[in-house]
């Protein structure tokens, strides 16, 4: 039997770990990126009828940029289904789609923690791809995505652009959730009280639930690592431009300005910040002193 061939642009934390989940299943995996020992793999990638991309999408002062999934896109071949795992605005999948006409763009984002990326990665909660067009081509080629992911409990197919808005809509909430738990922490140490008795007897709530509640993370306060900075900001873009709500905006700037000073005060994520904001965070409305 001819083993199935798929295609893996990227192989940071995200592409690395889906690709080594997809081997020991049979597939025949063609890893392709800008690094050794996998750029020389650029023209096998064409051979792939699914591809999975998955690329850095940063946050900078100059915005969102998904030039790098431009470029990946390039390099499917023409009839195959490219699937964007990097986490992209509402409406690029769109926006892809009329740039490459000749393949199938689709979105699926993914769930993968840094720290449990390898588990993550073979039993996801969530198989949820997004289409750019509402057809049966799109469905079917979808269905075809969904037959070579693991199973999860909740699986779904629609619209791509509510697909990539969940995915910021998640991030969003789970930061929210980090700074106000440090907001917690620090008025429960204000009041005397134990803030891990609090905490744990909040996480008992199961509309709450315990995760994201811990007050110090990779060596610092804040919500911090690669995507919860760069996301929450590409956020507040995306409602300011969208909704145009000056005054619900400037919660959102609230929240953000408080997690800066915390990740800031406790020394974490420096470059992190560095990158989306530049060195001087200008762009912060509200932005403590150094």
């Known amino acids: 039997m001819t083993m199935q061939r798929i295609g893996f642009i990227g192989q940071g934390w995200i592409g690395r770990n889906y690709a080594d989940y997809f081997e020991p299943r049979g597939f025949d995996v063609i890893r392709y990126s800008l690094e050794e020992p996998y750029v020389g793999n650029r023209q096998r990638i064409k051979d792939c009828r699914i591809v999975f991309v998955a690329v850095p999408t940063p946050t900078t002062p100059s915005g969102f940029d998904d030039r790098l999934v431009v470029s990946a896109l390039a390099n499917v071949r023409a009839g195959s289904i490219a699937v964007i795992k990097s986490t992209i605005l509402p409406g690029t999948t769109e926006k892809l789609q009329d740039m490459f006409p000749d393949i199938l763009v689709m979105h699926s984002p993914e769930f993968l923690v840094e720290k449990s990326a390898a588990y993550d990665a073979a039993h996801p909660s969530r198989n949820i791809v997004g289409i750019p067009r509402d057809n049966q081509e799109?469905?079917?080629s979808a269905a075809e995505v969904l037959s070579v992911l693991p199973t999860a409990p909740f699986e779904l197919v629609c619209p791509a652009r509510e697909a990539e808005l969940m995915k910021y809509g998640a991030n969003a909430f789970l930061y929210l959730k980090v700074v106000y738990a440090n907001i917690l922490h620090d008025l429960a140490n204000a009041l005397g009280c134990d803030y891990t008795r609090v905490r744990d007897m909040v996480a008992a709530d199961a509309?709450?639930?315990p995760s994201?509640?811990?007050i110090t993370d990779d060596g610092g306060r804040g919500a911090g690592g690669h995507c919860f900075i760069k996301d929450f900001e590409a956020f507040i873009?995306?409602?300011?431009?969208?909704?145009?709500?000056a005054e619900r905006l400037l919660a959102l700037e609230a929240w953000r300005d408080k997690n800066v000073q915390l990740l800031r005060?406790?020394?974490?994520n420096p470059n992190l910040l560095r990158g989306v904001y530049g060195d001087s965070c200008g762009r912060l409305t509200r932005l403590p002193e150094s």
């Open 237 to 245: 873009g995306l409602y300011a431009k969208a909704a145009g709500d």
């Open 207 to 209: 509309r709450i639930g």
């Open 138 to 140: 799109y469905r079917s």
């Open 212 to 214: 994201h509640l811990r």
């Open 265 to 268: 005060d406790s020394g974490k």
